[in-house]
């Protein structure tokens, strides 16, 4: 059974920087696909950072240069830097992943979820 258990978030002020875990246990995170994801609500969850099984790396251009998403493979982990966050940074944030070549929301499992909060 694959699980994500997230860890890290919670709250920063505007210019801050956050990093969010996602261990990964019952496959081998290098064969997946993985993705972060976040959601405000009322608003459907949208993908922040994704790597595809091909390591073709995207970010929303939302955070392109401030969001880093990367991997241990040795920890079975899975990571997102968060560096010069905004208010607008603002959601619960997922971690996800898929033996598909890239994450899609019908694909993933998820993580639990974790909240981030950025004040201005």
């Known amino acids: 059974q694959v699980q994500l258990v997230q860890s890290g978030g919670g709250y920063v002020q505007t210019g801050g920087s956050l990093t969010l875990s996602c261990e990964v246990s019952g496959t081998i995170l290098s064969h997946n696909a993985i993705a972060w994801y976040r959601q405000v609500p009322g608003k459907q969850r949208d993908v922040v950072a994704s790597v595809t099984t091909t390591a073709l790396t995207k970010y929303a251009d939302s955070v392109k240069g401030r969001f880093t998403i990367s991997r241990d493979n040795a920890k079975n982990t899975m990571y997102l830097q968060m560096n010069n966050l905004k208010p607008e940074d603002t959601a619960v944030y997922y971690c996800?992943?898929?033996?598909?070549?890239?994450?899609?929301?019908?694909?993933?499992?998820w993580g639990q979820g974790t909240q981030v909060t950025v004040s201005s």
């Open positions: 996800a992943l898929s033996r598909e070549v890239t994450v899609t929301p019908r694909s993933a499992t």
